[in-house]
């Protein structure tokens, strides 16, 4: 993809204001460099991050497993994200294409996609995986797929497989639409055959997490004990999000309170929702606050958590100092990085957060440049670069292997 392109492209999302505070200083696309220098790779920024962490726990529990099926596996993408009639949303998808590293991979962006997820891992210590996220279909309120309203798909044999193929690398997330007729049989099959969790963006997918039409599969998740990690506030990377009040996250009270094991993608730290705690005519309030009252609950300790994946993006920058400056979460918190979103590289700051006082000016450049070579490098070291009264987010974090392998049906997660 030619520069001009992309500044078209960049003004066409609406991401040129943004551009233009780091332009021309950090680049408006991914030069998508491999393998990182060695003065880069020893640095003390880096050292720095990996100390006290046992690398063999580092599961990345947010990484989507994309592509466009020239693989021949079953995975897809709309081909309304490829038309001009739809601008936003081509842009949008060639930014995600160049994030990957596939934006030059005609015929095989699939392979490409898995290729550089290869390299990115090595660029890591020995012993780190990526949790693959499958991505099912929106369905409509009588259970059948809307493939034609939905932005891509990237079915559980595809991510099962990917994970079965490179055991070293991958792990696989299931989705699995609750409304879909063979829901819990598709979901006794993910668990039988090794999925780690369920995926869900309930604003896309037209998922509404309070509906008792759900309560047959929260049963079965919690009866194998698999985590449901589900977007919460509002969401804006995938486009037809127009359910943005699926996201609320007091709608997830229903799972909780039947047993499943419930992670708030990035802390719902985006949006408003209404307080439904004060009746369907409740004030709209922040969906992160929503979700603090939740997590100061006492009947939802051991059940309720958050993932911290996307929190590095400027705009979220705010939120992550505020997950920081609350250390009685940190052992609720497990981390991922949204891949590949950090990639874009205009919507991340690592001088964002040198504004909040959380990061040395010093660590600037040395993060721009750890993020063209691996943008999940960077965004681990970004995170336990940041000190908050002299205090940083502490290993368990990010050594999320345990919440996910733990033995079925044990009463809280310790770490």
Not at 238 to 244: D, F, L, R, T
Not at 268 to 296: I, W
Not at 300 to 313: H, P
Request: charged share 20%; with cysteine; proline share 6%.
């Amino acid at each position: 993809m030619k520069r001009r392109h992309f500044l078209g492209l960049a003004a066409v999302a609406g991401l040129a204001g943004v551009a233009g505070v780091y332009w021309p200083r950090r680049g408006l696309f991914n030069p998508c460099l491999a393998q990182l220098p060695k003065a880069l790779a020893d640095s003390a920024l880096v050292r720095a991050a990996w100390d006290g962490i046992d690398a063999h726990q580092v599961w990345d529990c947010h990484v989507h497993l994309v592509g466009i099926g020239d693989s021949g596996n079953d995975v897809w993408s709309n081909p309304k994200l490829d038309s001009w009639w739809h601008p936003l949303q081509y842009a949008q998808k060639l930014f995600y294409l160049n994030a990957g590293c596939v934006h030059e991979a005609p015929g095989r962006v699939d392979q490409s996609y898995i290729e550089r997820l290869h390299n990115l891992v090595d660029g890591l210590r020995l012993g780190a995986k990526l949790m693959l996220l499958a991505f099912d279909l929106k369905h409509r309120e009588d259970g059948q797929a809307d493939r034609e309203n939905s932005s891509f798909y990237t079915s559980n044999a595809y991510a099962r497989a990917m994970a079965q193929q490179y055991p070293r690398y991958f792990e696989w997330v299931a989705s699995i639409h609750p409304y879909r007729a063979d829901a819990v049989t598709a979901l006794e099959q993910a668990a039988q055959t090794g999925a780690r969790a369920v995926k869900w963006l309930p604003n896309a997918m037209n998922i509404d997490p309070a509906a008792a039409r759900c309560d047959d599969f929260y049963r079965a998740m919690a009866k194998h004990d698999l985590p449901l990690l589900t977007h919460a506030g509002k969401e804006r990377a995938v486009s037809g999000s127009v359910a943005q009040d699926n996201g609320n996250p007091l709608k997830l009270r229903r799972a909780l309170d039947l047993g499943v094991r419930v992670i708030v993608a990035h802390c719902a730290s985006l949006g408003e929702d209404k307080d439904l705690d004060q009746g369907p005519n409740g004030a709209t309030v922040s969906s992160f606050d929503l979700f603090a009252r939740m997590m100061q609950e006492p009947r939802y300790q051991g059940r309720l958590f958050g993932d911290i994946s996307a929190m590095t993006q400027f705009d979220r920058a705010p939120f992550l100092k505020q997950v920081l400056a609350r250390p009685e979460w940190h052992a609720r918190l497990l981390n991922g990085t949204d891949y590949p979103l950090p990639g874009i590289l205009p919507i991340y700051s690592a001088s964002s957060f040198v504004d909040l006082g959380l990061l040395a000016p010093d660590a600037v450049p040395v993060l721009d440049a750890i993020q063209k070579h691996n943008p999940l490098l960077f965004d681990f070291v970004l995170k336990r670069s940041l000190l908050l009264n002299g205090e940083r987010l502490p290993a368990r974090i990010f050594e999320t292997r345990p919440f996910f392998e733990r033995s079925p049906h044990a009463n809280t997660f310790q770490q």
